[in-house]
C-alpha cells in the first residue's frame, strides 16, 4: 500500500510532462495535492494503533525492499503532502509549468520515499534523485551565477554520497544486510570499535546534507539562489533539509545500541547555531538572511535532539515541524516581496504592513514564530528544550534564541517605515499566493496556542507544559528581545567587522578540505571515547 | 580459508588507497573536468569495495542452476553496483552539461575563476 | 593476478592527478575504466563489468567533448586575464599541502578499520532461493529486475531526469541542429568501411544480451548501451543528424511508464502467488524477458540522446 | 591423444607471450612515432591472434572456442584499423 504513495507521484509527474498541458497540468496538480494530503491524513491515522508494514514483492524474510510507516514517519509524510499542497498553490501562475509540476512531483515522491523506506541502499538512490531534481530547480531560470550554484551544490552532493556508500559497504559486510531494523538487531553482539568507521563514513554523509558546521557553505548557494522559484526554495529549506534530519535520527537509533555521539552533535548543533546567525546578520539580501538562518535552526535541531532528555527530543522534533512551518512562510514571502518591490536588499525595503497586510501579517508572525514569541510555535519547541537542560545548556539557548531576534529585528525593519524603493500601486500580489503564504503564517500561530495538543498529534506521546515555566520564558523573551533591539540599533548597524563577513565564501577545494576535517573530528572523537570509557 | 581473508583484505586496502586518491586529487586540482574525473575514480574504489565483499580465489559468478554458496560471488552487490553505475552516468551527463554552459559563459574551467566570474554577472 | 591488475590500477590513478594537458588525461581515464571493468570480471562479476565498460564509453565521449570545448574556448577568447606563470614553489603548495590532510586521514582510515568477517547471511539466502522465486539462472539480474525491482525504478527514473535536465541546462534550446549548422567530423573511408561491417553484429550483440539477460551476463541495461552503440555507428558512417530527439524522448518516458506498470503488475502485486503452478516458470521468464526488454529499449533511448545532445548541439 | 593438442596450445601460448615480451621491449627502444606504431601493431594482432589461437587449440571443439573465434575475427578487423587511424591522425598533424 505505502508504495503508491511514492509511485503515484511520480507517474503523474511524467504524464503530466508527456502531455504538455500548460493550465490544465496545474489544476490538475492541485487537485493531486489536496487527495494527496486527504490520502496521507487516513494512514495517518492508521498508524495512531501500530506501524504500516509494506514487503514489496511478498518475497519471504529480508530478501525483498520493506517500507514502514510508523509514528515519526508518518508526522514527516503528513508534513510533506502539507508541505508540497501549499508551494503548489503558491506556485499555481509558475512559469515553464511544464518542467517545473514535473520536478516538483517527482521531488514529492521521492522525499516521501525517504521517509518510508527501511532499507538504507534505497535511501541512497533516492537521494540521488532528489540531488539531481533539486541541481536543476536551484538553476530553473538560469540567471546570474546559478549554473555556479547548481553545479557546486551538485559535485558537493555527490562527493559526499560516495562517503556514505562507502560506510553502507561496511556496514553489508559485517551485518549481510542493508534493512535498518534487521542490522539493528545483528549490529547487538558486535564490538563498538569494528563500528566507529561506518559511522563515521555515514554521519559525515548526512553531516554535509543537514549543513552542519563546517561544511554549510553549499546551503545559502542552494537555498539563497536568485534564479530559483521560491516555492522551491522554501521546501528546500522546510522540508529538504529535514529528509537527511530523519535519516540523522533513524541512523543514530540504529547505532545507538554501540555509538552513540550525543556529545559530539550537541557541541557541533550549537557551534553551528552560532555561525549561521553570525553570517545572517551580516547579509543584506533577503532571501541570504533566510537561508543562513536555516543554518542556525539547523544547528539548534541538533543540539535539542542531542541533549539525550525525553523533553529535549521532543522539543527537537517540534522544532523541526515548527521550523518547516514558519521557515516555509518567510520563503514564500520573501518571494512575494521581491517581486514586489523588485529588489532584495532589506534595506531598501519598508512599509510592507501598509501596503501589503496580508503579507505583512503573514511575516510579523512567523517572525514571532522563529524568534520564539509567546503563544508562537517557537516557544514551544523551544520550551521542551530548555526543559531538562543543565544550567549552561540554558544560558547557551537563551544566548542562541537572542542571536536570532536580533537578526531578525533586521529582518523586520521591513515591516514598518518608508522608502524610495515602494512600489507603483499597480503592482499587485496575486491572491493565491497571499492565501498560501497566510496558511503558513497561520499556522505558526495555531501550532502555538495548541502546542502541547498538535505535539501529542504529531508524536503520540503525552507532554505538559508548567505555566510558570512558560512565564518565565515568555519574560526573558521579552527582556531578550529590548535588549536585542538596542544591539542591533547601536553596535550590528554601524560594525565593520560584519560587513566583511558578507562577502565570506567558500570554494569547491576548501569545501573538500572541510568534509575530510568533519571525518577526521568525528572519527577521533567516537574513536577516542570508546578508549576512554 | 585463512588465505581467503587476507585475500579480501588486500583489495579492500586498495580500494581505500584509490578512494583517498581520488580525494586528494579533488583538493589538489582546480580544474573542473579533473574533479568529474576525480569523482568517477572515487565511485569506481567504492564500487571495487563492494565487489571485493567476499572475495576468494576461485570463486565464479553467480550465474547457473545449483549454485553452492561458498564458490560463487555474492550477487546482492553486483546487482545494487549496476543500479549505483547507471546513476553515475546521469549525473556525470548532467554535471558536464552544466560545465560545458559555464565553460561556454566563462571560458574557464578553473573553480576560482569560475567563482569570480560569477558572482560578478 | 588480479593483484598485478590492481597495481596497475592504482598507478593509473595515481598519474591523473599531476597531468595537466586534457588528451592524456583522456587517454588516462579511459584505460583505468578499462582496468577497472577487467577487474570486476575477475572478482567474479561480470555483469558490472559489462556495465562499467559500457558506461566508460559513454563518459569518454562526454569528457572528450567538453575538454575540445575548453581548449577551443580558451584559445578563442583573451584567454584567462588572470593566468600567471605558475611558479615551481606555488605548484609543489599546492600538490604537497593537501597531502596533509590526506595522509593523516588514511592513516585514520586504516586504523579504525574493522575486521576482516563477512556475513554471508543475507548471500546465501539469495543463492539458494533466487531460482524458484524468481525463475531466472542468473543471480544479479533476478536480483536487479525482481527482489530489488523497486530501486531499478527509480534509476531509471534518474536517466529520465538527466535527459530532461540537459536539455533544459544547455545552452542551446533547440532539440535539433539547423541545417548548415552541423560541426563536420574529419572521415576516413577505411574506418567508414570497416565500421560498417562491425555496426550489424554489434547490433546483434545488444539483441542478444537483452534476451539472453536472465541466463547469462548481461542484461537490459548492458544490452541496451550496445543497441545505443549502434546508433553512434550510424552517425559515424553516414555524418548526419536526423534523429528525431522529441520523439526518442517520448518514446522514453513511455517505455517508463510501461515499466513501472509491468513493475507493478509483475511484482508488487505479488502477481507471481496467483499463477497455477504449472504456469509459472513460464510466467516468471517472461516477466524477467520483458522487464529486460523494456529497460533495454529505455536505456537506448536515454544514451542515443545524451550522445546526440552533446555531439551534435553542445559540441558547436 | 589429448595430451598432443594441450602440448601444442602451450606453445603457440608461449610464442604468443614471447611475441609480446618482444613487442614491448621494441616500444621501449623506438623513439619515434612511425616506428613505435609498427611496433605496437604487432603486439596486437600476431601476438594476440597466436594466444588466443593456442587456446583455441588446447580447448579443441566446444562453445568456448567459437566465441574466441569470433573473438580472433573481431581482431582482425578493427587492429589495423586503429592502426592506421593512429598513424593517419599522426600523419595530418604533422608529426
Known sequence: ?533 | MNTGILNTDLIELICILVFFLGFYGLIATTNVIKSIVFLWVMEMAVIMFFLSIGYNIGIVAPIGTDLVPGQVADPLPQALMITTIVIGLAVTAVNITMLITLVRKHKSANWDILRKKSSES | MIYAILVLWIFLAAIIIPERRGIRIIIYFAIFSLVTALSFFLLGSPDVAMAEAAISTFSTIFFVICFEKHFRLKADGEGDPEKKEVSKAAAAKKYVLPLLLIVPLFALFIFFRPGPEVSTYLKDLYITRFAQDVGGVNAVTSIYLAYRVYDTLFEALVLVIAIVAVSHMSAFKEMTVPDGEHSDIERDGLAVFTIRIIAPILLLFGVYLVMNGHISPGGGFQGGVAVAAFFICRYMIYNIYDMPVKKIIRLEEVLFMTAVAIAVFGVFLGAGTFVPLEYLRLYQESYLILMNILIGLKVACACIVLFYRFVAIERR | MASILEIAGSVLIAAGAILMVLGTFGLLKFKRFYPRILISSKIDTVGMLTLLLGLVVRHGFSFFSAKIVLIIVILLILNPLVAHILSRSAYMSGE
Open chain 1, 1 to 533: 500500500m505505502l508504495t503508491y504513495f511514492i509511485l503515484i507521484p511520480i507517474i503523474i509527474a511524467v504524464f503530466l510532462y508527456m502531455l504538455a498541458c500548460g493550465k490544465k497540468g496545474r489544476a490538475i496538480a492541485i487537485i493531486f495535492q489536496t487527495g494527496f494530503v486527504g490520502a496521507v491524513y487516513y494512514v495517518f491515522t492508521l498508524t495512531r494503533q501500530e506501524e504500516i508494514l509494506t514487503n514489496i514483492g511478498g518475497y519471504d524474510s529480508i530478501l525483498g525492499i520493506y517500507l514502514r510507516e510508523d509514528t515519526m514517519a508518518a508526522a514527516f509524510v503528513l508534513l510533506t503532502a502539507i508541505f508540497f499542497l501549499i508551494a503548489s498553490i503558491y506556485s499555481f501562475r509558475e512559469k515553464d509549468g511544464r518542467l517545473f509540476w514535473f520536478l516538483i512531483f517527482i521531488w514529492q515522491g521521492a522525499s516521501v520515499g525517504i521517509f518510508l523506506t527501511r532499507d538504507l541502499f534505497n535511501a541512497f538512490v533516492l537521494i540521488e534523485v532528489v540531488t539531481v531534481v533539486v541541481a536543476i530547480l536551484i538553476m530553473f531560470n538560469r540567471k546570474n551565477r546559478s549554473i555556479y550554484d547548481g553545479m557546486f551544490y551538485l559535485m558537493l552532493n555527490v562527493l559526499v554520497i560516495k562517503f556514505y556508500l562507502l560506510g553502507l559497504g561496511y556496514l553489508y559486510r559485517m551485518t549481510g544486510t542493508m534493512d535498518i531494523v534487521i542490522a539493528t538487531e545483528a549490529l547487538v553482539g558486535m564490538e563498538r570499535s569494528e563500528l566507529v568507521l561506518p559511522y563515521a563514513l555515514m554521519m559525515t554523509a548526512i553531516a554535509l546534507k543537514c549543513a552542519l558546521l563546517p561544511m554549510f557553505s553549499w546551503l545559502p548557494k542552494a537555498h539563497g539562489s536568485p534564479a530559483a522559484p521560491s516555492a522551491v526554495s522554501a521546501i528546500l529549506s522546510g522540508l529538504h533539509i529535514k529528509c537527511t534530519i530523519y535519516l540523522f535520527l533513524r541512523m543514530q537509533e540504529m547505532f545507538s545500541t554501540l555509538i552513540s555521539a550525543y556529545e559530539f552533535f550537541l557541541v557541533i548543533g550549537v557551534l553551528t547555531g552560532i555561525v549561521g546567525f553570525v553570517l545572517a546578520m551580516a547579509q543584506s539580501d533577503i532571501k541570504l538572511i533566510l537561508a543562513y538562518h536555516t543554518i542556525s535552526q539547523v544547528g539548534l535541531i541538533f543540539a535539542g535532539l542531542s541533549m539525550g532528555s525525553y523533553y529535549s527530543h521532543i522539543g527537537g522534533m517540534y522544532h523541526i515541524v515548527n521550523h518547516a512551518l514558519f521557515k516555509g512562510a518567510l520563503f514564500l514571502s520573501a518571494g512575494s516581496i521581491i517581486k514586489a518591490y523588485g529588489t532584495r536588499d532589506v534595506y531598501q525595503i519598508r512599509g510592507l504592513l501598509r501596503r501589503y497586510p496580508g503579507l505583512g501579517i503573514a511575516t510579523l508572525m512567523a517572525i514571532l514564530g522563529i524568534t520564539g514569541a509567546p503563544l508562537f510555535n517557537g516557544s514551544i519547541s523551544k520550551y521542551f528544550m530548555a526543559t531538562d537542560a543543565s544550567a549552561q545548556m540554558n544560558v547557551i539557548l537563551i544566548f542562541m534564541s537572542l542571536g536570532t531576534i536580533i537578526s531578525f529585528v533586521k529582518y523586520g525593519s521591513m515591516l514598518f517605515g518608508k522608502s524610495d524603493a515602494e512600489p507603483e500601486a499597480g503592482v499587485k500580489v496575486p491572491a493565491e499566493q497571499q492565501i498560501a503564504v497566510f496558511a503558513l503564517g497561520f499556522m505558526c500561530f495555531f501550532t502555538g496556542v495548541f502546542g502541547v495538543q498538535s505535539v501529542q498529534f504529531l508524536f503520540n506521546t503525552s507532554v505538559t507544559i508548567d505555566r510558570l515555566g512558560y512565564l518565565e520564558k515568555a519574560g526573558i523573551f521579552f527582556a531578550s528581545a529590548i535588549a536585542g533591539f538596542f544591539i542591533y540599533k547601536y553596535y550590528i548597524k554601524t560594525s565593520k567587522l560584519l560587513k566583511r563577513l558578507r562577502s565570506f565564501e567558500m570554494g569547491f577545494r576548501s569545501a573538500c578540505v572541510c568534509i575530510g576535517v568533519f571525518f577526521a573530528a568525528l572519527l577521533l572523537t567516537v574513536g577516542l571515547v570508546q578508549y576512554y570509557y
